[in-house]
């Protein structure tokens, strides 16, 4: 895919056949942490926090690879969650969901809600 601007020029230029996949990951995103920063960085899709610096301002990424489409979060947000992404994690930080099965919203969800959360508490303190 050629670089993205945007996360929809980034939709748009996906295959056909992906990109309600990526509309519907987009959007799981966007309800779980509504308060984040949508962007592109290193390529891909990604979800951040204004003001933030460094590890910190991180929340997720989510790309197109091959036969898959990878979610990215931060260790420490996938740690309390090994047991349910055990299928699904092939890297301290990252997710591969299969292309050509139904991908866990219920599941990304969970995750980028739990993340968010974990970051606003740490803030609070």
Do not use: W
Not at 17 to 38: F, H, M, N, Y
Not at 40 to 53: C, H, K, W
Not at 99 to 122: N, T, Y
């Amino acid at each position: 895919m050629p670089p993205a601007k945007s996360v929809d020029q980034y939709i748009r230029s996906a295959p056909v056949g992906t990109r309600s996949v990526l509309k519907q990951l987009r959007a799981a995103i966007r309800e779980a942490a509504p308060g984040a920063d949508e962007s592109i960085s290193y390529g891909m899709p990604f979800y951040s926090y204004q003001g933030e610096a460094g590890i910190e301002r991180r929340l997720c990424y989510f790309g197109l690879q091959r036969a898959s489409i990878g979610l990215f979060l931060r260790p420490k947000d996938l740690a309390a969650h090994a047991e349910e992404i055990a299928r699904y994690q092939n890297a301290n930080s990252a997710l591969r969901f299969p292309l050509g099965e139904p991908i866990p919203i219920p599941l990304i969800k969970k995750l980028v809600r739990d993340a968010d959360r974990r970051h606003r508490a740490g803030k609070a303190r």
